[in-house]
């Protein structure tokens, strides 16, 4: 089974980098471990994945606010926020090479259950069980390292100067808590939904773009009466049901765990982390959250600025709880992927295709000519193109090969469907147009494909 799913791991990637999806970044130079470029494909199924987002959680609700803040934010929403002192992974040092890796990871692919494990604690069991680099060396004691990326601002370099790369996007959105309740005066609950890029310096980044340094996140925080948080958990529960079948993802490859309270953040009451059945085995895919007030609290109190909500029409005040839908948008894209890489076989040859929504594909038509030697069957297809192209925008000419290695190139990428003008269109207006998924083809005409 391990065999199988590394293969098709394998495969994922191997299409990704040869269709325009995803290459390895800084690939011309030698590669920057933990980073991934999006090509021209890998861009559009992003977006789309991005957009079908804000429009459900966003544009398709009243209670929710959009903000963008900077990515670049006061040293001091990090020391209030804890990152500073707790945003940590367990390190261990390879004694020969010097190559680091995280303890956790190494304990558990050698069968062993970190979790909740101090350092003394994790250093023990890997000297107990003689756990070695996967260089096969001696490790060291396992220490902590921070993983957000330090900087400075501005042209002095000193204390004062120091700023890091968000590690998250939700600290701007809590940092705007009081600017939008300022700037709208919203009724409870009510939530500020972010899209950006968060970094953190992973010290073994692996496993394609599942674990990287420079990520995007989609992230909501929803605040509400602390007396009514948990039918607001429920109801995120329900959404997040709502996006992953939205996504495409089969409800059996979708897990809920409930976070015990030994393994959840201090601040949280209750926790569940959404898991799926990737190739490289059920893991995170998302995560639902009850912060408390813990966030604006630590606002509160940094800062001196009071962060009450006051119901309206009434003298009731109190600093509202948060509960927080975090969304990981390459996790989003793997899980995806995984989702709708399919194998069939179509006259005695396998075939291989992404299963991928409308909604969702990068390409929606893709437009050719039966030859591309015929000039008035070129024009006629440009024109069918230009008419798509004008109302769909997703739309791809492919003339390149014979007509069956067109419709093998579309059935990578997930293009639903491939118009073709042939000779019978200059008779009757009508073209061809072949299905991805059940590779039927059919008659319509040029009018009805374009309205």
């Not at 098709?8 to 130079?29: C, H, T």
């Not at 069991?125 to 390292?145: H, Q």
Request: net charge negative.
């Amino acid at each position: 089974m391990a065999t199988e799913k590394n293969e098709k791991m394998e495969q994922i990637v191997s299409l990704a980098k040869r269709r325009g999806f995803i290459y390895p970044g800084s690939d011309v130079y030698g590669g920057l471990s933990g980073t991934w470029d999006f090509g021209p494909l890998g861009v559009s199924l992003k977006r789309n994945i991005m957009q079908l987002w804000w429009k459900m959680f966003v544009e398709d609700r009243e209670d929710m606010y959009g903000v963008d803040a900077a990515i670049l934010m006061n040293q001091k929403v990090w020391k209030a926020s804890g990152h500073v002192d707790t945003f940590t992974d367990p390190l261990v040092e390879d004694l020969e090479t010097k190559q680091r890796f995280r303890a956790d990871h190494l304990l558990k692919d050698a069968g062993f259950s970190p979790d909740g494990l101090g350092l003394e604690q994790l250093t023990q069991l890997i000297k107990d069980n003689d756990i070695k680099s996967p260089n096969g060396n001696a490790l060291s004691d396992v220490r902590t390292f921070n993983m957000m990326f330090k900087t400075t601002v501005g042209p002095i370099d000193d204390e004062s100067s120091i700023s890091y790369l968000r590690p998250e996007t939700a600290q701007g959105i809590f940092t705007n808590y009081k600017n939008v309740l300022d700037s709208f005066y919203p009724d409870l609950p009510f939530g500020l939904a972010q899209q950006g890029k968060a970094f953190r310096n992973e010290i073994s980044p692996r496993d394609f773009i599942f674990r990287s340094r420079e990520f995007e996140q989609m992230e909501i925080e929803y605040f509400v009466d602390p007396a009514k948080w948990e039918e607001a958990f429920e109801h995120w529960r329900q959404q997040v049901w709502k996006w992953t079948q939205a996504l495409g993802l089969p409800d059996e490859n979708v897990h809920e765990l409930e976070v015990p309270e030994a393994d959840r953040a201090h601040y949280s009451k209750r926790t569940i982390d959404f898991e799926f059945d990737f190739p490289i085995g059920k893991e995170e895919l998302l995560g639902l959250a009850y912060r408390n007030d813990f966030d604006l609290m630590n606002i509160q109190n940094a800062t001196g600025k009071n962060m009450d909500y006051l119901v309206k029409g009434t003298n009731t005040k109190f600093v509202p709880h948060v509960i927080e839908p975090s969304f990981g948008v390459e996790r989003a894209v793997m899980a995806v992927l995984t989702a709708a890489y399919t194998e069939d076989e179509v006259n005695g040859e396998t075939r291989t295709f992404l299963k991928l929504s409308e909604r969702l594909a990068p390409v929606k038509y893709a437009v050719s000519p039966l030859v591309r030697n015929k000039p008035e069957l070129v024009q006629k297809a440009r024109e069918v193109y230009d008419a798509l192209k004008k109302k769909h925008g997703a739309v791809m000419w492919d003339d390149n090969g014979n007509i069956g290695k067109r419709y093998r190139r579309q059935d990578e990428i997930g293009t639903p469907h491939c118009v073709v003008v042939d000779f019978q269109t200059l008779e009757d207006g009508t073209v061809t147009i072949r299905e991805r998924d059940t590779t039927q083809q059919r008659r319509e005409s040029i009018e009805e494909l374009i309205s």
